[in-house]
């Protein structure tokens, strides 16, 4: 029989010492490190199998007991806890509304997830509850983490979370903003917002209830950043993942919405899926959506899929595989997809920056590997200032005047192949170790090139002294040099220096 997921709701009016009860839980070590190797994952928010993790920690201990509480959600008797784990105040938590009561024993209504120095609750996922309520809470995934990773964390004075959920984004963003606002149209998810507010006791959020931008009127702000509900399907199964709109219309809402509400100098980012005819097409959309919004815009595409593989996907992690209704819904996903004409789905992010008295910049990149890691804000705004610089230029050859620094969050890595008894460079492969996992093999004239780029010299200089070095004609080379360059301006690795941007 498919469980129903119970649908909690935290009292706010009852007090919760949120960094006692988290000093609790960090004494006990449940951390996102120790979780990640219980789990036996190297990421504590990918897809676990809770039978075999339950057997890991059934013997009492702190940390055991909190997973089996916190993260599988089974009850625990409250003579263990007493014994076991006698900070953890069993009334007070009970009275929030984060346990309950049964027969002798307790039971957290929601799931709790360390992440960094914040504890996060959420509802718990389909590993616990096969039948999620149209109102399930998420926690930190994928996406979350992809989007707090792309955000651009300058010091501001607004900040606008669109669709925040548990409050992920609006509890990093209040870390380097004077104000945040987090908006959804959920009040279960507001409601676990203001909860986690007051377990990582944390103030300067404000919360609003109400759909896009609806709550928040006209109101201008520093910085947007939303991961809205942007899954294209025939469904209104789920807030957190449905919009119940046709097609992509909640992402270009979003999108558009974000040009109309950003203070002059201050960026979006925005995760979306969008739809489009083939492989040649996949950026058209987006940038239509953009094209009178007074803003630069930088659009990443993580993936594209045929809609059955994007139906199958989404369709395996909320009905499963194994429900007989998979089958059914493949067949509605599908239909509706051809009805609406749709060849491809792509997965990406659009970060914006608006600069509305300026002619305006659209790039697009497609990675075809990896996943964002850590924090990309700076890459994202080394690669601002590298398109502002572009832009300004009659000709690439200028490029030539200015100095540019490499950025040493990169790695080059080198493929080997043994010829006649000795190792070879065959291939150089640039990689990003941090943000956007952009990559690209490089000759060895641009590696020298990279190494030389501290700033101090100009790339005509460069470029004369390593074709001197490797007797090469500097003439010839310049103009394949401009071109790898000009691309790895585009992808953050390179920055200028000494020419100022036109940031306004
Ligand atoms: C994918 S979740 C993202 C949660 C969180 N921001 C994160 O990054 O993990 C999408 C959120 O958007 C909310 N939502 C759905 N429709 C919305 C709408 N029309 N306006 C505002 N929020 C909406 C959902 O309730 C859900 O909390």
């Known amino acids: 029989m498919a469980q129903m997921q119970n649908t909690v709701v935290f009292d706010m009016d009852r007090p919760l010492k949120g960094e006692a009860f988290k000093k609790v839980v960090a004494d006990a070590g449940y951390s996102q490190t120790a979780l990640a190797e219980t789990l036996g994952i190297s990421c504590a928010h990918e897809r676990q199998d809770v039978d075999v993790v339950y057997r890991r920690v059934r013997a009492d201990s702190p940390y055991n007991i909190l997973v089996r509480l916190f993260w599988l959600g089974r009850a625990v008797s409250e003579s263990a806890i007493h014994k076991i784990l006698p900070g953890l105040d069993i009334e007070e938590l009970m009275a929030v509304g984060l346990l309950s009561r049964e027969d002798g024993a307790v039971r957290s209504c929601a799931k709790l997830a360390p992440y960094h120095d914040l504890l996060l609750a959420s509802d718990f996922g389909p590993e616990l509850h096969h039948q999620l309520a149209a109102e399930h809470v998420l926690g930190v995934g994928a996406a979350s983490l992809t989007l707090a990773c792309l955000t651009v964390r300058r010091k501001v004075e607004t900040v606008l979370d669109l669709g925040t959920g548990a409050g992920i984004q609006a509890f990093l963003a209040v870390r380097h903003a004077d104000r945040v606002t ?25 919360w609003r209830q109400g759909s896009l931008y609806e709550p928040v009127a006209e109101q201008q702000f520093d910085l947007i950043v939303s991961n809205p509900p942007f899954v294209i399907s025939p469904e209104s199964r789920y807030i957190f993942r449905d919009a119940s709109l046709p097609g992509d219309a909640i992402s270009e809402q979003v999108v558009r919405g974000a040009s109309q509400r950003l203070s002059e100098g201050g960026f979006a980012c925005i995760l979306f899926n969008w739809h489009h005819q083939d ?55 599908m239909d509706y997809y051809q009805k609406m004409g749709i060849g491809l789905i792509s997965a990406g992010a659009i970060v914006m ?20 890691t850590g924090s990309a804000g700076e890459q994202i705004e080394r690669a ?55 990559a690209g093999n490089v000759d060895i004239f641009i590696t020298n090139l990279l190494a030389g780029c501290d700033g101090k010299r100009t790339l005509r200089e460069l470029i004369v002294e390593i074709a001197g070095r490797m007797k090469a004609d500097p003439d010839n080379v310049v103009p394949a040099c401009l071109t790898a360059v000009r691309k790895l301006l585009q992808c953050g690795f390179l920055g200028s220096v000494g020419k100022s941007s036109l940031l306004i």
């Open 353 to 372: 920056r608006k600069r509305s008295r300026h002619a305006n910049w659209f790039q697009a990149h497609a990675i075809d590997r990896g996943r964002c």
């Open 384 to 438: 601002f200032a590298a398109e502002d610089l572009l832009q300004s230029l009659d000709d690439d050859r200028q490029l030539l005047e200015h100095r540019l620094l490499f950025d040493d969050h990169h790695r080059l890595e080198h493929q080997l192949k043994v010829e006649d008894g000795k190792w070879v460079v065959q291939a150089e492969h640039l990689l990003a170790s941090e943000g956007v996992p952009f």
């Open 182 to 206: 987090g908006t959804d149209t959920n009040p279960r998810a507001l409601n676990f917002a203001e909860f986690n507010s007051k377990l990582n006791e944390i103030n300067g959020i404000e």
């Open 279 to 333: 492989e040649h097409d996949w950026d058209m959309r987006p940038q239509r959506w953009v094209s009178d919004a007074g803003c630069d815009c930088w659009l990443i595409c993580f993936k594209s899929a045929d809609p059955l593989t994007y139906a199958a996907d989404w369709l395996q992690t909320s009905v499963g595989q194994s429900s007989p209704d998979y089958g059914r819904c493949l067949d509605e996903w």
